[in-house]
């Protein structure tokens, strides 16, 4: 059993306020405040409860002793490293931690391996990691060492104040030089490892610009104003210029069998204790320059 403490939560209901805080999903949360594994102020209450700035949060955590999670040398490439915090480039084609269905290396036991502490508040299979990126897609993540810097840095990715960029080599040329793509994105009904756009869905809103034009295709910059799941790929996807590789919500078959084609280049946020931003860019990986010189 891991126990973890959150406190200053903003006004808001307890699960809504979880949901922003954990990589979790509201049915998850649900059930565990239901079971008393969430508590505010040592006591059970509702997933409705009404939090204020003075409750104290508590979360039990039960992990599945089945999955062994042992520290791996991956030799990650850390961008940043201080007391509080890490920027990791993820490399294309590692997972970011493991899980039930996924038992190989993940990005979680390389940190494990080179990090002497991680924050606790996701558990311990998904120690520090504050947001994700698809497996094969590149680029800079954000890592906890602290709790607090967990739980302040996840307030500002909830406030939308961590800003994302990055590359896509997209099928298709623009006539404009840019856009802003304004759709809900929901969990697509006909399948449960897709996310679509839905009415029904979450607020999503992905501004992009035209770098590059070829022939058959275009290299994009993209910013999130969000960050849903499979944002940038269900959005290219849904104007019709999906990412080059991306065997979900690409073109069928995929143009390009290496993965897709997206890079988070740039991670731009406030450091939770110092309040100093901090703003961090990495270059085009290798597997973008080998695509574009062979067009």
């Known amino acids: 059993m891991n126990k973890t403490i ?45 939090l204020s700035p003075t409750d104290t949060i508590e979360l039990e955590v039960v992990e599945d002793k089945r999955l062994g999670l042992e520290p791996v040398n991956l030799n990650l490439d850390i961008i940043y490293e201080d007391e509080h915090l890490l920027v990791v480039n993820k490399p294309k084609g590692l997972v970011v931690h493991p899980a039930s269905s996924y038992k190989d290396a993940t990005l979680v036991h390389g940190l494990l391996y080179q990090m002497d502490q991680l924050s606790t508040i996701n558990g311990v299979f ?33 406030n939308h104040l961590v800003q994302r960029r990055y590359y896509a080599f997209v099928h298709g ?14 969990r697509d009904p006909k399948s449960r490892i897709k996310m679509t756009v839905l009415a029904s869905g979450k607020h999503a809103v992905t501004h992009f610009e035209v770098v590059e034009q070829f022939k058959k ?28 590789g991306d065997t979900i919500y690409g073109l069928k078959p995929p143009h390009y069998d290496n993965g897709q084609l997206l890079h988070a280049y740039k991670l731009t946020f406030t450091h939770p204790i110092t309040k100093k931003v901090m703003d961090f860019e990495v270059p085009l990986p290798q597997f973008f320059d080998d695509f574009k010189n062979s067009l």
């Open 6 to 50: 959150l406190t200053n939560p903003k006004v808001m209901r307890l699960d809504h306020y979880l949901v922003s805080m954990l990589d979790e999903s509201r049915s998850v949360i649900t059930k565990r405040i239901k079971e008393g594994l969430i508590t505010v102020n040592q006591k059970k209450v509702k997933p409705g409860f009404m």
């Open 173 to 186: 040329t623009f006539l404009e030089q840019k856009g802003k793509i304004d759709a809900p994105i929901g």
């Open 217 to 244: 295709y275009t290299l994009v910059r993209c910013k999130l104003e969000t960050g849903r799941t499979h944002q940038i790929r269900v959005h290219m996807a849904y104007i019709h210029h999906p990412i080059v």
């Open 126 to 158: 998904r120690p520090g990691i504050i947001h994700r990126i698809d497996k094969d897609t590149s680029g800079l993540l954000l890592v906890a060492k602290t709790n607090i810097a967990h739980q302040k840095l996840s307030q500002d990715l909830a």
